[in-house]
Each structure stands twice: as C-alpha cells, then as structure tokens.
C-alpha cells in the first residue's frame, strides 16, 4: 500500500526540534548566573544543616526526670517584709508543670519561716524566675530551697 504524499509531510512535522538557545543581544549563549548559584548552594547547605540538628535531636532523645537547680537572684526590702527573686533552672531531659519551690529561712533569732512559689511549667533545658516574700531579711539568716513537687505536662 502506498503512501499518499500528505502523510509524508505530516510524519515530518511530528519530529521534535531541540529547544533554541537563548542568546543575549551580543549574540553569546546566556549561561545561569554566578551569584544564582551561590544562593543556591547557600540555601542547600542551610536546609541540610537544619535537617541534620533536627535529625541528631532525634536520636540523643533524653528521658531523665525533671531535675531542678534553684537560685537566688536578690532580695529587696518591701514594704512589710523582703522580697526574694529565686531562678529555677530545669537540668533534667523532661519538661514539668505545677513546679512548687519553697523556700525556708532560718533568722539568727526567732522562729523559722517558710514561703512556696508555684511555677505552671517550666520547659527541659530552660529557667524560669518567681518570688517568695518572707517578713525578716533572708540576707541575715539561713536560706534553703527545694522543689516540692511537680507534674508531668
């Protein structure tokens, strides 16, 4: 069966002709700039760098309970009594939530007093601040913190 000469040129149309190369308006071939591919390369190191801290994260997981490091930060007089701040640095592996810290202090004279502050949470790894009020100067006594209790968020 022949072919009729309509078909002919039709097959020739249908090949694919390779894309032109752009050329700039001196006539050279245009090429991706230098400063592109810099950005490039910077962005794809950022991303890989993100994804590696991400990832080590993952796998140095720290389960340790809730461990608490407690701290004064200063005392004021106020009126009435003295105001204590007290820093509350969790060391441990597992965030908490309901931190109660007490503080007791024992003057040189006079009975011993003791103040609580609570805390709503406190992340693993982080620290938060808080007060205690006490009536007599904790600068001249004793002073003892502890944590008394906390729950799991």
């Keep these: 069966m022949a072919q009729s000469p309509r078909s002919k040129t039709t097959a020739k149309r249908a090949a694919p002709k390779p894309a032109p190369k752009r050329k700039s308006a001196a006539g050279a071939v245009d090429r991706t700039p230098l400063l592109e591919w810099l950005s490039a390369g910077v962005g794809l190191v950022l991303i890989l760098a993100t994804l590696g801290i991400v990832g080590s994260e993952l796998f140095r997981a720290d389960d340790t309970p809730p461990r608490f490091t407690i701290r004064t930060v200063s005392v004021e007089a106020i009126p009435g009594g003295f105001h204590m701040v007290v820093r509350v640095h969790n060391d441990g592996g597992s965030p908490a939530a309901g931190v109660v810290v007490e503080g007791e202090l024992t003057p040189p004279s006079g009975p011993s007093e003791t103040a609580e502050a ?7 790894k982080s620290s938060r601040e808080g007060g205690l009020y006490f ?6 006594g004793e002073i003892r913190l502890r944590a008394k209790g906390y729950s799991e968020p």
């Design 118 to 124: 609570s805390f709503d949470f406190i992340a693993d």
């Design 135 to 140: 009536e007599t100067d904790p600068r001249q």
